[in-house]
């Protein structure tokens, strides 16, 4: 069974950068689909990113898309989602998922980290 382990997060102001890593522990990330998710106070958990076990393939949702690079580093069996430009609405915790098939879906996934804190300020 796979543990996942979110860091990175944190306060940065509207047009700055983060970059969230993921590390995985009792699995190893080449051999799932990996995703992010997030999820702002008194709203669902929603679809961010994902890579493809392959690594070939890679998906946003709209508005992250040309802000947020999901990528992945085998070696050190962490997957990572750098955000560039954010905006006051990227605020949320921000979850790492690991499952067998890629899929925006929360449902689709069998394993979740404990979330990472983004709060972007105006």
């Known amino acids: 069974q796979v543990q996942l382990v979110e860091s990175g997060g944190g306060l940065v102001q509207a047009g700055g950068s983060l970059r969230l890593s993921c590390a995985a522990s009792g699995g190893t990330v080449s051999t799932y689909a990996m995703g992010w998710f997030r999820q702002a106070p008194g709203k669902e958990r929603e679809f961010v990113s994902l890579?493809?076990?392959?690594?070939?393939?890679?998906d946003y949702t709209d508005s992250v898309k040309g802000r947020f690079t999901i990528s992945r580093d085998s070696a050190k069996n962490t997957v990572y989602l750098k955000m560039n430009s954010l905006k006051p609405e990227d605020t949320a915790v921000y979850y790492c998922?690991?499952?067998?098939?890629?899929?925006?879906?929360?449902?689709?996934?069998?394993?979740w980290g404990q979330g990472t804190q983004v709060t972007v300020s105006s």
């Open positions: 998922a690991a499952g067998r098939i890629i899929a925006t879906s929360r449902g689709a996934y069998d394993y």
């Open positions: 890579i493809s076990r392959s690594g070939l393939t890679t």
